[in-house]
């Protein structure tokens, strides 16, 4: 299969180009395209062949459910099953379109291929001008996990996907890097209490401010089995290099990560550090012989998340055989970057004072 690549205005996308996207999804073929997050890799999500040809092109295990991309919180009543809680239009309302994801019951029309066998279907209205275009324009819903291989770094350009992908799917749309850099938050509205599965794009905070006390669920079991939402997998979003995270105060990470890096220079491997601007003064005395990538300051969350896995890719691309990375402060946005190096760390030092 050759995968062509169309480029898009991002912010206007051209209609004859997204009618082109939207024309394949109908057809029941892949496109994939930018959301505010990361990439998507999109299919009809009412037709079950269409959807197995996502599993198939990202050798997805089929017990890790997708999520289900709408145009407008309007169309919620095509895949949910019963009435649609009055907390979800308050959800919508203040998160919608953006990069929250909520988890309701399946509606019938919904394949079981979509949810991993679930009676629950994650569901959410993404805010990129070609993602909302190319729902419209197909006119159906649109199960869309990120457009890379499974298990690897996600995709914010669509380079990263063309590396990932090339030969395996029709179409993938270019608008250029994505804003957020990480997933959305997975807020799940079945459980007794509205739990956060998965953090992202809409803090803690701001969930809690809307709707009270929001739980952060803890990490499920290990064993293959369905999980209930998306990016739960206890090894996700990890680069080919061997990911080492400390976790714990600044100095102790600082001097922890200083010994492993003499180390592992000293034992000949490529070796890659995903610093901070605070570590710049700490780490210029390797900068001739690591690969150091500086992904912004500490007091800037968001720039960190855009820029992490890009900056792991070309970590990867560099042939850099072990990278060292620090925890972020656990607030916000910080969150959500925490989870994603520990999902994608081989090996996780936690340190005391």
């Given at each position: 299969?050759?995968?062509?690549?169309?480029?898009?205005?991002?912010?206007?996308?051209?209609?004859?180009?997204?009618?082109?996207?939207?024309?394949l999804l109908r057809r029941g073929e892949l496109v994939a395209f930018p959301t505010e997050t990361v990439y998507g890799l999109g299919a009809n999500a009412l037709d079950a062949a269409a959807v197995q040809k996502i599993f198939a092109a990202k050798e997805r295990p089929a017990y890790d459910p997708l999520i289900v991309h709408l145009h407008e919180p309007q169309a919620l009543h095509t895949v949910v099953g019963g009435p649609v809680p009055a907390l979800v239009w308050r959800l919508a309302e203040r998160f919608w379109p953006g990069p929250l994801?909520?988890?309701?019951?399946?509606?019938?029309?919904?394949?079981?291929?979509?949810?991993?066998?679930?009676?629950?279907?994650?569901?959410?209205?993404?805010?990129?001008?070609?993602?909302?275009?190319?729902?419209?324009?197909?006119?159906?819903?649109?199960?869309?996990?990120?457009a890379n291989r499974f298990g690897y770094t996600s995709p914010t350009t669509a380079a990263h996907v063309l590396a990932d992908l090339e030969g395996r799917i029709p179409l993938v749309l270019?608008?250029?890097?994505?804003?957020?850099?990480?997933?959305?938050?997975?807020?799940?509205?079945?459980?007794?209490?509205?739990?956060?599965?998965?953090?992202?794009g809409v803090t803690q905070e701001a969930l809690a401010a809307l709707i009270g006390p929001v739980r952060l669920a803890a990490q499920p079991p290990t064993e293959e089995g369905a999980v209930p939402a998306p990016g739960m997998l206890p090894r996700h979003y990890a680069p080919?290099?061997?990911?080492?995270?400390?976790?714990?105060?600044?100095?102790?990470?600082?001097?922890?990560?200083?010994?492993?890096?003499?180390?592992?220079?000293?034992?000949g491997k490529r070796t890659g550090v995903l610093l901070l601007e605070e570590d710049r003064a700490l780490f210029?005395?390797?900068?001739?012989?690591?690969?150091?990538?500086?992904?912004?300051?500490?007091?800037?969350?968001?720039?960190l998340a855009q820029r992490l896995y890009a900056a792991l890719r070309r970590l990867d691309q560099e042939g850099v055989e072990v990278v060292l990375a620090r925890a972020v402060p656990s607030r916000g946005l910080g969150r959500a970057i925490n989870n994603r190096l520990q999902k994608a760390a081989a090996e996780v030092v936690r340190l005391e004072d």
């Open positions: 299969m050759t995968t062509r690549l169309l480029s898009v205005d991002p912010e206007y996308p051209q209609p004859d180009r997204i009618a082109q996207a939207a024309a994801t909520l988890i309701l019951p399946r509606g019938r029309a919904v394949p079981q291929t979509v949810t991993a066998g679930l009676e629950t279907v994650a569901i959410r209205v993404p805010a990129h001008p070609v993602a909302q275009a190319l729902i419209a324009a197909a006119g159906l819903p649109v199960a869309a996990p990120s270019d608008g250029g890097p994505t804003r957020i850099g990480v997933e959305s938050t997975v807020l799940d509205l079945t459980a007794d209490q509205p739990t956060i599965l998965r953090p992202g080919h290099a061997h990911l080492v995270l400390f976790v714990g105060p600044s100095l102790a990470a600082h001097n922890a990560m200083q010994r492993r890096l003499q180390a592992a220079l000293q034992a210029a005395p390797w900068a001739a012989r690591a690969r150091l990538e500086f992904l912004g300051a500490e007091t800037d969350l968001a720039a």
